[in-house]
């Protein structure tokens, strides 16, 4: 069975300091895996997806993940976090038969000045 | 249009009330999924539909819930006789084809209280 898990429930930076958000994978198969960012009382945007191809994917607002297959991982970095980025952060892969998604429990990530 | 419209955004019923809430999903997309969002983190996916038929409906609690996507028409997930513990965020998705090849859209989210 797919599942997800985000290690990390809470991470606190400071503002123009680098964030690493964790999200460990099970799946058979090759995994469609994404990031989601919900800010406060807001729905969910597609920060990024790793469907195939690079393992390094990128977003348009600074964040990167890297897809590892050998750790299983598909962690979510990015190199200087906005007080903007202040939301929960989802990892979710797709169920291969029934294109669902799992979703982990979420990152809260909170950006302090 | 662009965006998943789920509406309303906030529904209040009382206990054994009735609830319907609607999404209408991205022009094209054929997939849709709803996901049922409790204690503000956990997300249990509940049904999902290509075009009008039910693709996977293992995670609807089948005694109250229903849902339908129509032709020409918004989808609907409706519960009967709401209880307390349904409370939660309701979020509807779509997707072009199957969604871990192209990827998925999310709407808004309906939030629903039952008091």
């Known amino acids: 069975a797919q599942s997800v898990t985000q290690l990390d429930s809470h991470v606190s930076v400071s503002e123009g300091t680098p964030v690493l958000l964790r999200c460990n994978y099970s799946?058979?198969?090759?995994?469609?895996l994404f990031w989601y960012v919900q800010h406060p009382n807001k729905g969910l945007q597609l920060l990024l997806k790793y469907l195939s191809g690079s393992t390094l994917v990128e977003s348009i607002n600074g964040f990167e993940a890297e897809f590892n297959k050998s750790q299983t991982s598909f962690h979510l970095r990015k190199p200087s976090v906005h007080i903007s980025d202040t939301a929960e952060y989802f990892c979710?892969?797709?169920?291969?038969?029934?294109?669902?998604?799992?979703f982990g429990t979420g990152t809260r990530l909170q950006v302090f000045p | 249009g662009e965006e998943v419209a789920q509406t309303p955004k906030h529904l209040v019923r009382g206990e054994g009330q009735k609830a319907k809430l609607y999404c209408a999903p991205i022009k094209g997309h054929s997939y849709v999924f709803w996901y049922q969002q409790v204690l503000k983190n956990e997300f249990k996916f509940l049904i999902s539909f290509q075009n009008e038929n039910v693709f996977d409906e293992t995670g609807m609690p089948k005694e109250r819930f229903s849902a339908k996507c129509l032709p020409n028409s918004p989808c609907s997930l409706e519960i009967q006789a709401t209880k307390l513990e349904d409370s939660a965020v309701y979020f509807c998705?779509?997707?072009?084809?199957?969604?871990?090849?192209?990827?998925?859209?999310f709407g808004s989210g309906t939030r629903l209280t039952v008091v």
């Open positions: 799946s058979s198969y090759s995994p469609s």
């Open positions: 979710a892969v797709s169920v291969t038969n029934t294109d669902k998604l799992i």
């Open positions: 998705a779509s997707s072009q084809r199957e969604g871990r090849d192209y990827g998925y859209t």
